[in-house]
């Protein structure tokens, strides 16, 4: 469907658009400066710590905040993309690497685009939110409380995608070396099909229910193939049958997911 951004491993190739978007930019101070220096600050006040030891574990834990919103035009148009018609995706699954100070570092998602990013995932997440408030609004049920619980009900979606995807890795022996942020990251994708099916609601009510199966599929073939070409790489021991059996229940778990987050209504618990 279209050629990888970051082209093959140790051939480098600039970024189309060398300037980060404008959310980037916002993101890059907001993310790092809390992560890096208000939880250091708090750890350091609560445990009795160095400002460094706190900070160097904060920082290993969640990676660098900053690597996940190295995104440019051309990357957003292509993930999008990848995430939302995976079956149309040629190119290979893996990650690019390249050695940085003797040890091999991924690119950023500017140069591949099999990188995870946080800044789909926390626009989507975002453009859900309206879309729903909208929803709520034409059906004369709108209020700021409602839209506060659609908001709870959209984190608590996001994070249940994200104790699926780490929890499949620890059972299979995966090493906690793997950035939380990339869990973070992959479960995120999910809010990408549901703003179109909520939109499609929205225009359209019956077209609800063929983009909602649709885009399900879609993210469930999107986690499989990533969860087996990337994140299982971490995977100490192989066992076939365990693999197959965690990459359909990651698969099989969209449906219930997706049909909790697509149902806008007052009451979000159903």
Request: net charge positive; charged share 10%.
């Amino acid at each position: 469907m279209y050629n990888n951004v970051g082209g093959q491993p140790g051939v480098p190739r600039p970024p189309v658009n060398s300037q980060p978007t404008p959310f980037g930019n916002a993101f890059y101070g907001a993310g790092s400066g809390l992560i890096r220096g208000g939880l250091g600050a708090y750890g350091e006040k609560i445990l009795g710590s160095s400002s460094e030891y706190v900070q160097s574990n904060i920082s290993t834990y969640f990676s660098n905040p900053q690597y996940y919103f190295q995104v440019n035009d051309q990357y957003v148009r292509n993930k999008l993309k990848v995430v939302l018609f995976p079956f149309l995706h040629r190119g290979h699954w893996t990650r690019i690497s390249e050695p940085v100070g003797g040890r091999l570092k991924y690119k950023p998602p500017v140069y591949d685009i099999n990188a995870p990013d946080l800044y789909i995932p926390f626009m989507a997440f975002g453009t859900y939110v309206v879309l729903a408030g909208f929803s709520l609004g034409l059906q004369g049920k709108f209020s700021p409380e409602a839209l506060n619980w659609l908001f709870i009900k959209g984190l608590l979606g996001w994070f249940l995608q994200v104790a699926l995807l780490k929890s499949s890795l620890f059972f299979l022996g995966g090493s906690s070396d793997a950035p939380f942020l990339d869990f973070v990251a992959y479960g995120g994708y999910c809010f990408t099909g549901l703003c179109f099916a909520v939109l499609g609601r929205i225009l359209w009510n019956y077209s609800y229910y063929f983009l909602m199966p649709w885009f399900c599929l879609c993210m469930g073939t999107f986690l499989v193939k990533t969860m087996k070409r990337v994140l299982f790489a971490e995977v100490r021991s192989y066992d076939s049958s365990r693999h197959h059996i965690l990459l359909l229940l990651i698969a099989f778990a969209q449906l219930p997911l997706f049909t909790w987050l697509g149902n806008i209504s007052v009451n979000w618990l159903i």
